[in-house]
């Protein structure tokens, strides 16, 4: 007997809720046993639930299978129908997915089930999610042509999707005048504009693989890739023309102060921070800040400044 538990759940494009129920008793079972997995849809409602598919309807769309009969002739489905077409079709079997779900394409999932072409094969299925309707398929083992496998039971499990990020990777950073030199970004401190940072790949630590000028701000982006190592820097010399004489403001490896403080080290004659990049895309404002300060106007002690970490 059947023993229907869900194993996966997906949000469509539109929001609908899917769920993929695999057959435990194929986990359990002893011997030649076939798998009888489902793919059920639900709808949200106007007032924030969701509403199971019922005769192959959700959400006011009609599925693939309205009034579906078994190759038995008995009714299937939920309300007597069908959303996905889950079925083999005729001499196939009723039900073949899904085990594992996840995004397969705009207004697509791809799912994981059995025999989609040949008897005893494990194989993924993809289906519009606007339709219902089957859109191909892949075979991932057939049994029989290659001894070993699950065959008709749960041989595949979850699947993930792997795209490309949709936004790129950047590392952030600033340039300030540190006033009273603490290494700090308080409130009432400056950027400095105009600054050229230089870009550098750990591949090619000797020649920038870019650089640009801080803005009004002292701010500025670079475009790095997931994961790899850089650094960034910028000249003393260089700097020096544009904002004078200057300390560089100390590094404080304080977790408080993480993306508000100094990383820059003196080495050579460039102030450096080495970082890695983020895996993930979007903007990392945690690396590349440099704080530097004219030690002839920095704040003695018995002088009021303001901001964290400041000495009153």
Known sequence: MAQPQIAS??????GRLIMGFKDRSNDIANGNWISTPDMVVACQTPSGTFQLESNAV???KTGTLPNAKSNAGKSMGIGGGIYFQVNQGAGGHDYNVAYGLARGGPNQVVATGMDNSFWFEGAVRWFDTTTGKYIRAYSIYNATASR???SKSNGLGSITSIFPPSLEVFDCGRVW???NGNGIQDCNEPGISNIKIYLFSQDNPTCPISYLYSDKDGRYCFSVLPGKQYSCSINIKETQDKFGKFNVSPILNDPRYE???SDGVILGGNIVSNFQASLYCGYSFLHCHFGIYNPDNCPKDGFTTYGWGAKN
């Open 259 to 261: 993306g508000i403080d």
């Open 177 to 179: 005048n540190d006033i």
């Open 58 to 60: 959700c959400g006011g």
């Open 9 to 14: 759940l997906y949000f469509d494009d539109a």
């Open 148 to 150: 070993g496998t699950f």
